[in-house]
């Protein structure tokens, strides 16, 4: 409202930097949260690529534009990068329905304070999962950990009050003779494995967790 812009969206990266995803939309937009695109696609993209601000005058002849913007009553398009430990994590995007052809540089000053406060915003998130994930995950293979499997079983237990379940504890036998012929790296690959083949038959029909060494 501030800077008059008829929509504005924070996007950033997925987990393996290959595309950005829309985390919140602000005013009139076909764009919703959740929404994901390449890095190809849109001002977005290209700001996450050049590491930097992005200005379109016009963004219906904007060559890398989305069809569904491009469709909407929206002329002139500005990205500002959202920068953590420097590097591009994710973008503010500011959209105009009156053409301009340059930002005011009072507003672009806004845009630059809001997109600090974003990124900080942003990192503060990834800290807290990032701790959340420590204390839960088995770094190995992404698993419960002990403390989280007897949390989640013992929350399990008084939904399921009166029905049925089973319990399966695997041992994984002569693991030590894989890691002293073999090597570490290829005993935790197995435990890896053997992880990932757990989890697509349970496929969210249950718990699944590393308990400890191999467990």
């Known amino acids: 409202r501030i800077i008059l812009g008829a929509h504005s969206t924070i996007s950033t990266l997925n987990e393996d930097g290959t595309q950005w995803i829309v985390r919140h939309v602000a005013g009139h937009s076909s764009l919703q949260a959740g929404d994901s ?15 930097e601000t992005v ?18 009553d929206v002329s002139s398009y500005i990205g500002l990068p959202l920068q953590i430990d420097g590097k591009t994590a994710g973008v503010l995007a500011v959209a105009w329905k009156d053409r301009i052809d340059t930002v005011d540089p009072r507003q672009e000053a806004i845009l630059r304070q809001y997109a600090n406060i974003a ?3 942003i990192a503060r998130a990834k800290d807290h999962e990032d701790m959340f994930s ?6 190995l293979t992404g698993l419960p950990n002990r403390y ?6 013992q929350q399990l237990l008084q939904k399921k009050k009166g029905m049925a379940g089973y319990l399966f504890l695997f041992d994984l036998d002569n693991l ?17 494995s053997v992880a990932e ?15 400890g060494g191999d467990e």
Do not use: W
Not at 38 to 49: A, C, F, N, R
Not at 185 to 190: K, N, V, Y
Not at 199 to 207: E, L, N, R, T, V
């Open 37 to 51: 695109f390449s890095l190809e696609q849109g001002i977005i993209g290209e700001t996450i690529q050049r590491c």
């Open 55 to 72: 200005f379109v005058r016009c963004y219906k002849e904007y060559k890398r534009g989305l069809p569904q913007i491009q469709a909407e």
């Open 119 to 121: 990124a900080v915003a």
């Open 134 to 139: 420590l204390a839960y995950r088995d770094t």
């Open 148 to 153: 989280s499997f007897y949390q989640e079983l």
């Open 176 to 192: 030590k003779l894989i890691n002293d012929s073999l090597g570490h790296s290829q005993g935790d690959a197995f435990i890896r």
């Open 197 to 211: 083949s757990l989890q697509q038959i349970m496929a969210g029909s249950g718990i699944c967790a590393r308990l």
